[in-house]
């Protein structure tokens, strides 16, 4: 069984991002802290997909599945984000541990809400208002968690996965760490290979999610990747799963949904 992770981390001082972060963040749960609904702009459902687009997406999904179990993966494609919340809660009973990593794909679905309303300890950053301390401790129990709740940034049809972070939570827990992982991803983010899946994350999540969340870089303004020297950069780590990592439990649920960015 051969699994490789490549890590790739500059070495710049992150506190400008987290700050940024959490002014800009999402409202969302705090461990032990009360649930927000569901975030109303996080999905765009296509309703109605024509028939022989939907007949595409889930041959696409369904090849690409089959390349991630070949990798080690757990992977499964549901048609809808309901068959998705589904398969999740298969994986949760009243005593699990959440972590969730930063994440529209998973803010899209109505899992957080629910975890609160059982009383499951949920481990999620995206409070506004919480101190850095506080935001980094919750971070850091992210690692620890029975069940990291994430997406990735892309996923080929060979079947690797891409994912670009700036502090490093998100991609940590989809390392090592957590009892199990389960990664959520949208049809759209399926890629032809890792350097697609490179360009994604860097040319539409990164401007995207600059904008969102206000943070000064150039791609928030032109909409592209200029390789910045920012101190406000926000893709810092590249993390590429070839296979699955040895210690880790990792599913993938592929959705035949936009979902996410
Ligand atoms: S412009 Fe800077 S922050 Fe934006 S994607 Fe490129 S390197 Fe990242």
Known sequence: MVNVVK???????????????????????????ACEPELAFSVAKEEGMDPIKEQWVEERGRRTVEKLKAHDFGAVYVKTKEEAEEEIWRHISDETTVGVGGSMTVRGLGVLAQLKARGNIVYDHWVPGISQEESTRIRKAQMACNLFLSSVNAVTVSGELVNIDGIGNRVNGTVFGPGKVILVAGYNKIVEDIQEGIRRAKNVVAPINARRLNIDVPCAKLGKCVDCNSPNRICRIVVIHERKPVLSDVLVILIGEELGY
Do not use: E, F, Y
Not at 10 to 22: A, T
């Open 7 to 33: 890590l790739s981390v500059l070495q710049r001082s992150w506190s400008p991002i987290l700050d940024l972060r959490l002014k800009g963040a999402p409202r969302s749960v705090a461990a032990g802290a």
